[in-house]
């Protein structure tokens, strides 16, 4: 029996549907006026930039084939610069100790209306990203999110440790994160369950995507 919230593994052909369901949920969250223009200007860049990032993990929540979450993961390789080396001119390579691995997590979105159950789509989105890390050794998260969406994060049980000051990107006043490892170890313990049931994702084929005005 079809669930009315599916979780899927998505492949790297898929990058614009996911720039497109990023910069409506944006608009949506923000209310921002802009030009059809300034959209599409935006998507070329996305775009651009997420096809750097080849390593990635990209999951999202379908409901009846709608894009409804998402988020991306990938562990840095040295001559991959994370968006938030750009935007705020931070070096992560100095916050950590030498081979400590670098994730980053970004393009997270939930649909406005979308998490019926609570903040579960939240929850197991973050939780598919960070169980990415957990197979590696002790990684270092990184991000940037806006304001309300760090103060979330931290209602969760997630140690987030903010590591400059906010600026204005995509629409809302957004901070650079880290995330150390024994800060998520807690949160990941705690959803072990949303883990079990939806890790099935590595064996399903991503539907046909319906994009959503």
Same mark, same amino acid.
């Given at each position: 029996m079809k669930k009315d919230i599916e979780y899927y593994k998505m492949p790297p052909e898929n990058i614009h549907e996911l720039i497109h369901f990023i910069i409506n949920e944006n608009h949506l969250h923000h209310r921002e006026i802009v030009t059809a223009e300034d959209i599409n200007s935006t998507r070329q860049i996305l775009c651009a930039e997420e096809k750097q990032y080849f390593n990635s993990h990209i999951f999202? !929540?379908? &409901?009846?084939?709608? @894009?409804?979450? &998402?988020? =991306?993961? +990938?562990? $840095?390789t040295p001559t991959q610069i994370l968006p938030l080396e750009k935007i705020f001119n931070i070096n992560v390579e100095a916050l950590v100790n030498a081979g400590t691995p670098i994730y980053h @997590?970004? =393009? #997270? !979105?939930? &649909? $406005?209306? !979308?998490? $019926? =159950?609570?903040? %579960?789509? #939240? $929850?197991?989105? @973050?939780?598919? !990203?960070?169980?990415?890390? *957990? *197979?590696? %050794? =002790?990684? @270092?998260? +990184?991000a940037e999110c806006d304001v309300k969406l760090l103060r979330t994060i931290r209602l969760l049980g997630i140690e987030a440790e903010a590591i400059g000051k906010p600026t204005l990107y995509l629409g809302s006043e957004t901070v650079p994160i880290k995330l150390p490892w024994a800060g998520y170890q807690i949160f990941l313990n705690k959803n072990k369950d949303i883990l079990f049931n939806e890790l099935r994702i590595f064996n399903l084929e991503l539907p046909d995507i319906n994009v959503s005005p």
């Open positions: 999202v !929540a379908m &409901s009846y084939n709608i @894009i409804c979450g &998402s988020i =991306r993961i +990938f562990q $840095k @997590i970004g =393009r #997270f !979105a939930v &649909s $406005k209306g !979308a998490d $019926k =159950r609570g903040f %579960h789509i #939240f $929850k197991t989105l @973050i939780a598919l !990203a960070l169980q990415v890390v *957990q *197979q590696g %050794h =002790r990684g @270092i998260v +990184f």
